[in-house]
């Protein structure tokens, strides 16, 4: 069965440190991943997103992801955070079939920022 | 334009009470998801509308549940006899293709006393 393991539950890093959220999955064929980002109250934003292609994808607010598939990876990683990065982060998957691509989701990593 | 619209945006049940929770799609999205989100836990799907047809509903977690989009735009969901366990945030998203961003509404967090 799919899944999508988020290792990290709770994060903390200083304004302006580098960042990176881990996320490894298991999925068969070539995967659909994403990270989402929700802040309180929020609803679940797309950051970025890999179909295929380049491995490395670039995101909004200057996130950037690493398909790997030798480690079934696709950490996310930001080279300046900001305090305003400050939310739960969420990795996930798509189940393609031929009607439906549900998402499954990992179960978060929350990012807080040291001032 | 307008994004996903869920209401309410808070909702709180006695323990045996039916709830009805609303979602509008983006207009033209052709697909609907529900997602259950339990605290601290990433969101669950629940079931899946193409138009009017709902496609998959084995997220559904028991036959309390209930959903559906009669005419392929507002879609419900429904709990009947809400017990504790179904305090959750109820997320619902919209696609307008089975390859396109799914879009998230706000979600409606249920509180079951």
């Known amino acids: 069965a799919q899944s999508v393991t988020q290792p990290d539950i709770h994060i903390t890093v200083s304004e302006g440190a580098s960042l990176e959220l881990r996320c490894n999955y298991s999925?068969?064929?070539?995967?659909?991943l994403f990270w989402y980002v929700q802040s309180p109250g929020q609803g679940l934003q797309l950051l970025l997103k890999?179909?295929?292609?380049?491995?490395l994808v670039q995101g909004i607010k200057g996130f950037e992801a690493e398909f790997k598939r030798s480690q079934s990876s696709f950490n996310l990683r930001k080279p300046s955070v900001h305090w305003s990065d400050a939310a739960e982060y969420f990795c996930?998957?798509?189940?393609?079939?031929?009607?439906?691509?549900?998402?499954?989701f990992g179960s978060g990593t929350r990012l807080s920022i040291r001032p | 334009g307008a994004g996903v619209s869920q209401s309410p945006r808070y909702k709180v049940a006695k323990r045996g009470q039916d709830v009805a929770l609303r979602c509008d799609p983006i207009s033209g999205h052709v697909s609907l998801f529900w997602y259950q989100q339990a605290l601290g836990q990433g969101p669950e799907f629940l079931t899946y509308f193409q138009n009017e047809a709902q496609l998959d509903k084995s997220g559904l977690p028991s036959d309390r549940f209930f959903a559906e989009r009669p005419e392929g735009s507002v879609s419900t969901l429904k709990i009947q006899r809400t017990q504790q366990e179904d305090s959750a945030v109820y997320l619902c998203?919209?696609?307008?293709?089975?390859?396109?961003?799914?879009?998230f509404g706000p979600g409606t967090r249920l509180t079951v006393l």
């Open positions: 996930a998957v798509v189940t393609s079939s031929s009607s439906a691509s549900k998402i499954i």
């Open positions: 890999y179909f295929s292609g380049d491995t």
């Open positions: 998203a919209s696609q307008l293709t089975q390859r396109d961003t799914q879009y």
């Open positions: 999925y068969g064929a070539t995967p659909y």
